[in-house]
């Protein structure tokens, strides 16, 4: 791992980072329990286990003090009328941030706190995210044929709490109503 200053380039249209650690591919199977339309989930993934999103990771020494970074790419789709998004964690370390800059498409980012405060926020190219400690995030692909790119960066020991929202899921939901982008309260969403 370098411990000299080191710079990297994220070209566009095709934001593959000149430098990379790993390269993480989520298929709808790791999103099982999370779209409302458990029925049309199910005939989805018998058809095709389809790759939702990817992420590109530049590692460095998961210690506070470090900083992660990488890119986030969301496909765009649907299951049902819920568009295609990320699993969506708590960092392990709750009181630690993260900043999103989004390079390409549109979306949204949803966020919650443990005490379940709910936030959504529209995420469109040259803006600026900046997810407090504490909040949940998860983002969501609202584009009918672009994908979400963005760029994160996080400190090292943050860690990733997937089972706190495999478990509650989100409080909101983005969802596609007859053209119209509208975000919903989950209705399967527990404290
Ligand atoms: C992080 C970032 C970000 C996130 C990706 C994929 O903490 O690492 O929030 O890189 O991991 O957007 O989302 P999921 O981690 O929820 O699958
Ligand atoms: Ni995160």
Same mark, same amino acid.
């Given at each position: 791992?370098?411990?000299?200053?080191?710079?990297?380039?994220?070209?566009?249209?095709?934001?593959?980072?000149?430098?990379? +650690? #790993?390269?993480?591919?989520r298929r709808l199977s790791s999103l099982k329990g999370q779209f409302l339309d458990t029925?049309e989930y199910?005939?989805m993934l018998?058809?095709?286990?389809?790759?939702v999103y990817?992420?590109?990771?530049?590692?460095?020494?998961?210690?506070?003090?470090?900083?992660?970074?990488?890119?986030?790419?969301?496909?765009?789709?649907?299951v049902g009328?819920e568009f295609f998004m990320t699993k969506g964690h708590?960092?392990?370390?709750?009181?630690?941030?993260?900043?999103?800059?989004?390079?390409?498409?549109?979306?949204?980012?949803v966020?919650?706190?443990?005490?379940?405060?709910?936030?959504?926020?529209?995420?469109?190219? #040259?803006?600026?995210? !900046?997810?407090?400690?504490?909040?949940?995030?998860r983002?969501v692909?609202?584009?009918?044929? +672009?994908?979400?790119?963005?760029?994160?960066? !996080?400190?090292? #020991?943050?860690?990733? +709490?997937y089972g706190t929202i495999e478990e509650q899921g989100f409080?909101?939901l983005v969802?596609?109503?007859?053209?119209?982008?509208?975000?919903?309260?989950n209705?399967r969403w527990?404290?």
């Amino acid at each position: 791992m370098f411990d000299a200053p080191f710079t990297f380039s994220i070209p566009l249209p095709l934001p593959i980072p000149s430098r990379q +650690d #790993n390269h993480i591919r989520r298929r709808l199977s790791s999103l099982k329990g999370q779209f409302l339309d458990t029925a049309e989930y199910k005939r989805m993934l018998a058809e095709e286990d389809r790759l939702v999103y990817e992420v590109y990771e530049i590692r460095r020494p998961k210690v506070a003090g470090e900083l992660l970074s990488g890119i986030s790419i969301v496909h765009p789709g649907k299951v049902g009328s819920e568009f295609f998004m990320t699993k969506g964690h708590f960092h392990t370390v709750l009181d630690t941030p993260e900043v999103y800059y989004i390079l390409k498409g549109e979306g949204f980012m949803v966020m919650e706190t443990p005490e379940g405060e709910a936030c959504v926020e529209p995420l469109l190219p #040259n803006r600026v995210l !900046y997810v407090p400690p504490r909040w949940a995030h998860r983002s969501v692909c609202t584009s009918r044929q +672009d994908d979400l790119v963005t760029f994160f960066v !996080y400190p090292g #020991n943050a860690g990733h +709490d997937y089972g706190t929202i495999e478990e509650q899921g989100f409080r909101k939901l983005v969802v596609d109503s007859g053209g119209r982008i509208e975000i919903i309260d989950n209705p399967r969403w527990k404290k």
